[in-house]
């Protein structure tokens, strides 16, 4: 199951029957701000906050934007990501 972009809430989900799992984030004029994730408790560990942060930053890189992050887990994956990339 790939995250569904829902611009319109500003987020990424993907459902299931447990809840849905989200990225959120704001769209500020010049930065994409992954602002929160949420995983049910009981899917936690199984990698789904790590593919909505991919999908996250695959949009927001297509925007030409900046990313940031509020949310700490978004925070500490886009420092893994710019320190492999780095």
């Known amino acids: 199951m790939e995250p569904a ?3 319109e ?3 990424f989900v993907m459902a299931y029957p447990e809840g849905d799992a989200y990225l959120a984030y704001s769209d500020e004029p010049t930065a994409v701000v992954f602002t929160h994730t949420f995983v049910p408790q009981p899917l936690r560990g199984r ?5 909505l ?3 996250g930053i695959e949009w927001a890189e297509s ?3 900046a990313l940031d992050a509020t949310c700490s887990y ?3 994956y886009l420092e893994r990501q710019r320190s492999r990339a780095g």
């Open 9 to 11: 809430l500003r987020r």
């Open 5 to 7: 972009h829902q611009p």
């Open 63 to 65: 925007t030409g934007k």
């Open 53 to 55: 942060m991919r999908s």
């Open 74 to 76: 978004a925070q500490a």
């Open 47 to 51: 990698g789904i906050a790590e593919k």
